[in-house]
């Protein structure tokens, strides 16, 4: 935080409550709720995947007027198992268990609809889940477009990116072997979870040193410190690569080619001209396919929220979208309306819903008596509404074998490199 976000930004607030939930797997999520309770909800959603989210997050909404969530996404902040963990299992972490979490957590805190604000890898979770439960979000603020197209992780892993930072590309592929970097994403995948620190560390901290100094416009020395932090370091890079080794369990341009789903959802795409870790591309193809949502580009910023620029913009969406009072409750789509049945005594309003406990909430159980949802959809892994394809969505999917590599490309390294 520097002193010009400070003018920018709403003051620092502490949350009202916060919690875990139990959403499964063995897998904990931390959340918290911050501003004011009866104001308009608000769920934030952090990058990475795997950064986590932190306090300045909430600054982003006026607290007098907004309801804002956040949440860690599984295996990063406070969530537990922590992704740094030695025997950390990243199976049950996917897109897919991320949009389902939502749900849960929206459910137990008796929200019937949110505003969904997300920037670089929170953009791309932010369309996901829209594009799967459209009728949930009231607005869309997405900032830094990501969309895990294969070109999209070529750029940035893959060696695109290095034509505009060939120092600190030097640094990133400094740990790899001269004959595994052709495939630099699969060449780290085997030194992060490699279960010996003194390999999966270091090679953590260089693939999120080389993140960190490349998302602003000019280097943050903070953000890099803070970053490269071993535990934060480690969790980050292996969330983000087991992501991107799935090419984030999406068909190739899912997110683009969905966006019909969510158009009628009012929407502000915050972009960085000179971002280089999500190059404007993106979200140039996102306003093409997407006229209808308010598209801001800051001729002076690259990737990070916490640029001035790009900073004003997304305050200017919220404090704009805060100015309608009335759309905190949805009219549930048809698709999503339990059939009524005569003795159906759990189809309730949202404010009708009993206020949950926070010992309560953190059990997946109050959801079945409080929510007008059949209970087995808490604990579905896979969002309903959204075509995938069976692989991508399978946990145990070799990643390998995983369609979205390009087959024509022969591998360098034949048998394991440790
Ligand atoms: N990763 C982009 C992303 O979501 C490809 C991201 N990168 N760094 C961040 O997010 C933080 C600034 C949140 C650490």
Redesign the pocket.
């Known amino acids: 935080m520097n002193e010009q976000l400070d003018e920018i930004l709403y003051p620092p607030i502490e949350p009202y409550e916060s919690g875990e939930l139990i959403v499964g797997d063995g897998h904990r999520v931390y959340w918290e709720q911050s501003g004011n309770p009866e104001g308009k909800p608000v769920v934030f959603l ?4 795997g ?2 989210t932190s306090p300045w997050h909430r600054r982003f909404f006026d607290p007098e007027r907004y309801r804002i969530v956040l949440f860690d996404q599984r295996g990063s902040g406070r969530s537990t198992p922590h992704a740094s963990d030695p025997r950390a299992d990243l199976r049950y972490n996917t897109t897919w268990h991320l949009v389902a979490d939502m749900e849960l957590l929206r459910r137990n805190l008796a929200i019937a609809a949110w505003q969904v604000f997300g ?6 979770l932010a369309l996901a889940y829209a594009e799967a439960h459209p009728h949930r979000v009231t607005e869309l603020v997405l900032r ?1 477009i ?1 969309t895990l197209r294969r070109h ?2 070529e750029w ?2 893959e060696g695109g990116a290095s034509v505009i930072f060939p120092d600190l590309w030097e640094d990133f592929i400094a740990p790899i072997p001269v004959l595994e970097r052709s495939r630099l994403i699969e060449a780290y995948h085997r030194r992060l979870f490699d279960p010996d620190p003194g390999v999966h560390i270091p090679a953590g901290v260089a693939w ?1 040193r080389w ?2 100094s490349t ?1 602003t416009l000019l280097a943050d020395d903070s ?1 890099v410190e ?2 490269t932090d071993p535990a934060a370091a480690t969790a ?1 890079a292996r969330i ?1 690569n087991h992501y ?1 080794m799935h090419g984030g369990w999406f068909e190739e341009g899912q997110l683009i080619d969905g966006v019909d789903a969510v158009r009628g959802i009012p929407a502000v795409i915050v972009q960085g001209r000179y971002d280089v ?2 190059p404007i591309m993106t979200a140039w193809d996102l306003h093409r396919a997407w006229p209808e949502a308010e598209f801001v580009v800051v001729p002076d910023a690259s ?4 640029e001035p620029g790009i900073a004003r913009a997304l305050r200017a969406a919220t404090d704009g979208f805060a100015r309608d009072m009335s759309i905190d409750v949805a009219e549930p789509e048809p698709d999503e309306v339990r059939e009524p049945e005569p003795d159906d005594s759990a189809e309730a309003e949202p404010d009708e819903v009993a206020e949950p406990e926070p010992a309560d909430v953190a059990t997946p159980e109050p959801v079945d008596d409080a929510q007008p949802e059949p209970a087995a959809e808490a604990v579905e892994t896979v969002a309903a509404g959204v075509p995938q394809p069976a692989a991508h969505n399978d946990p145990d999917h070799d990643p390998w074998s995983n369609p979205w590599a390009d087959p024509e490309h022969e591998r360098v390294d034949g048998k394991s490199d440790r």
């Open positions: 952090h990058g990475g995947p950064a986590g920037g670089s890898w929170g953009s791309a830094g990501f999209e992780l940035f892993y999120s993140e960190a998302l953000l803070e970053m980050f983000e991107f870790c999500t990737h990070s929220a916490s």
